[in-house]
């Protein structure tokens, strides 16, 4: 641990303007940044009465060994540079919200040629229109079957809608009019949008134009003896007006707003937001939070605000919120450029829109409640864990960041190995890794696990050449902050000497892939994994890195040249976060090995034709589809395929023949193409 003394900035050196600063650790990587109307007050604040300090906040300055800091024109400049910070480096002290669980969406694939409706979670995708997010599928699937009697949309898979188009019958949707069946031409494509369209503007608000237009139809219909289109009109009209009535109306019509409200306690906070659209809620979603800093409620609105609506282009005209951010003109300010037009921030009094928010508060505590229960006050519990296997393994100190491995392969074929990492007690998925194995032919895990530890150590040794190469160079990191000081038109203004900044690569911005060394390495195995894995890191001159290996056996650890392992109880906290650690590091090496092993059975058949690069295999197989029918084709059928010539494709026919056995004898039982095939079935 430092001494925040040590690296105090001189008196007089720090600026009295708005900027941003950044701390870091002993390996130069970043740890918490922070914005400030002065920068002065701001960083004097942290080491003039370090006692009276948060504990965490300590903590975070006796991990920190320097501080820099950027000079900015605005608040609004220091938010912006903050958040594309925080969102770059990813510090570990700063407060990141997540989400509590993964919300669905009501979407609407508009990027498609018939585009159709359906729940969607994950990522957003480009051209397509979301609605929500709801708390539940089933509230999604709900709306829609009721909405579908109005605006018959297509909701069927793209097989299910290629089927139907070749055997020229539609589904049961089709059939009992909740779908146009544009799959067997009873719309066009233009006319299946419109549908499309006006499903979107219902959903975004629009209802009352179409209920009354449905309304006027049904009318003109009964005048004119039309009964039964009458009585379907009817029926249209009701189930619309059922979909309302599942949206309560809250505020007036034409509101749009986003409801904002936390439940926190000195650990973590809970936050629920509400989406008002034309006065009604159209969704809901939740986020929590570790308070690994000194935070007030101001502060965490500050930091939610600029997240969540960082890079969104949903921004509403209006934010109600519990209480005022700290900057609240310059995040006004920042909110209304992203959105393209004014935003107000407001803390409702009295009202509709004062019992929204507390509505509001009161799900926010029941999530905040609910996550506790879900994860047993995780922070302590993730504490215990890393002091349990501390002392278990006789420890020099908590192992703060953790690597575990495993082998993968099936009877010696594809071996690939995986890298998982967790620091704090929590994966860090962005730095898993994976290794295709070079040097071992076959099934040999002792051998596996000893080029993996031996290639990933030797890129940390070479990193780390390199850190002390740029120090000595004067090499900073100014591809990291330069590229968004220049997106920004800022100028670095910190130390006028930084010191070298370690893992970040000064060329690319980026960090290094392997510049972070563990403080313990896991491997998937009993004592000859772990004796490999120890060899490795002796041959390397790295003897200090603790290893250890978890047998799925008896879950016993094992330690390098003991002859008894260590039994942690069942139960205890340090056995879960291992067994979490080994399962994780599986289930990816799983993952990759059997990305693999698919992608040599489907193109090894065509690997040896001449001349056939990917972009043209992989013409050839959405073309017809599969290998079969692609083995079934005549030359001259392959030779449609743009980019395929008559004689490519009487090499292409040629090899395909070979490689099922009536030709080639590379295709016979000892050939590479059958070894491929027989590949398939079975675990690795």
Not at 69 to 75: A, P
Not at 135 to 142: D, Q
Not at 196 to 224: L, P, Q, S, W
Not at 225 to 245: G, I, N, S
Request: aromatic share 8%; with cysteine.
């Amino acid at each position: 641990m430092a001494d925040p003394a040590t690296y105090r900035p001189a008196p007089g050196s720090v600026p009295d303007s708005p900027g941003v600063y950044r701390f870091r650790d002993e390996h130069g990587r970043i740890i918490y940044v922070g914005k400030a109307k002065s920068l002065r007050s701001r960083l004097n604040s942290y080491f003039a009465d370090f006692a009276g300090l948060h504990p965490r906040t300590q903590t975070m300055l006796r991990t920190a060994v320097g501080v820099d800091w950027t000079v900015v024109g605005t608040e609004v400049e220091a938010l912006q540079l903050e958040y594309s910070w925080i969102k770059e480096f990813d510090p570990r002290f700063n407060v990141r919200y997540r989400d509590d669980k993964s919300y669905p969406y009501l979407a609407v694939t508009l990027d498609e040629e018939y585009p159709r409706v359906m729940v969607m979670r994950g990522a957003r995708r480009k051209g397509v229109r979301y609605f929500g997010p709801y708390s539940h599928a089933w509230a999604i699937r709900e709306t829609v079957d009721l909405l579908l009697r109005a605006f018959p949309v297509r909701t069927c898979k793209p097989g299910v809608f290629k089927r139907a188009r070749q055997i020229g019958r539609p589904c049961l949707l089709g059939y009992i009019g909740k779908c146009s069946a544009p799959c067997v031409g009873r719309v066009d494509a233009d006319e299946h949008r419109r549908l499309a369209e006006d499903f979107c503007a219902f959903m975004a608000g629009d209802t009352t134009r179409f209920i009354r237009r449905i309304e006027k139809e049904m009318y003109a219909a009964a005048e004119t003896e039309e009964f039964e289109r009458a009585a379907r009109l009817r029926d249209d009209m009701r189930a619309l007006q059922r979909a309302l009535e599942k949206q309560a109306v809250v505020l007036g019509e034409g509101t749009d707003c986003d409801v904002i409200a936390l439940a926190e306690d000195p650990l973590e906070a809970a936050v629920q937001v509400f989406y008002v659209r034309g006065g009604r809620i159209r969704g809901q979603r939740g986020w929590v939070v570790d308070k690994v800093e000194d935070l007030t409620t101001a502060d965490l609105v500050e930091h939610f605000l600029t997240q969540i609506y960082g890079e969104s282009d949903s921004v509403p005209r209006e934010v109600l919120v519990p209480v005022g951010p700290p900057d609240a003109e310059a995040m006004t300010e920042l909110l209304a450029e992203r959105r393209g037009g004014p935003v107000r921030i407001r803390v409702p009094r009295r009202g509709d829109k004062k019992a929204l928010l507390e509505t509001v508060a009161r799900n926010a505590v029941e999530a905040l409640k609910q996550h506790k229960t879900r994860r047993a006050g995780d922070l302590t519990t993730r504490s215990q864990a890393l002091q349990e296997i501390q002392e278990a393994l006789e420890l020099d100190e908590a192992p703060l960041r953790i690597e575990c491995y495993d082998v993968s392969n099936l009877q010696g074929t594809n071996v690939v190995a995986s890298m998982v990492v967790f620091e704090d007690g929590l994966a860090r998925k962005g730095e898993y890794r994976r290794f295709t194995i070079r040097a071992v032919k076959g099934q040999d895990d002792v051998r596996s696990i000893h080029e993996v530890i031996t290639r990933r150590f030797r890129r940390y040794l070479a990193e780390r050449d390199k850190v002390a190469e740029d120090a000595v160079t004067g090499d900073h990191d100014e591809g990291a902050a330069g590229d968004v000081l220049a997106s920004y038109g800022f100028e670095d203004a910190g130390e006028e000497e930084p010191a070298a900044h370690g893992p970040i690569d000064p060329r690319t911005g980026r960090p290094r892939k392997f510049a972070y060394p563990p403080n313990l390495v896991v491997v998937d195995g009993g004592p000859p994994q772990v004796a490999a894995a120890q060899r490795a890191l002796d041959e390397l001159g790295l003897p200090e890195i603790a290893v250890c290996g978890l047998a799925k056996r008896m879950e016993e650890i094992w330690l390098p040249g003991d002859e008894d392992p260590v039994i942690l109880p069942r139960g205890s906290k340090g056995l879960y976060l291992m067994q979490h650690l080994r399962d994780e590091a599986h289930r990816f090496a799983i993952a990759f090995h059997r990305q693999r092993r698919s992608k040599a059975m489907t193109a090894s058949e065509l690997d040896g034709v001449p001349g056939l690069g990917p972009a043209r295999r992989t013409a050839l197989l959405k073309h017809f589809g599969s290998l079969k029918r692609l083995r079934e084709a005549t030359p001259d059928q392959i030779a449609e395929v743009p980019g395929i010539g008559l004689r490519t494709a009487e090499q292409i026919a040629a090899a395909l023949r070979g490689a099922d056995g009536t030709g080639d004898p590379a295709g016979g039982p000892g050939g590479p193409a059958a070894a491929h095939r027989t590949a398939d079935g079975g675990g690795t």
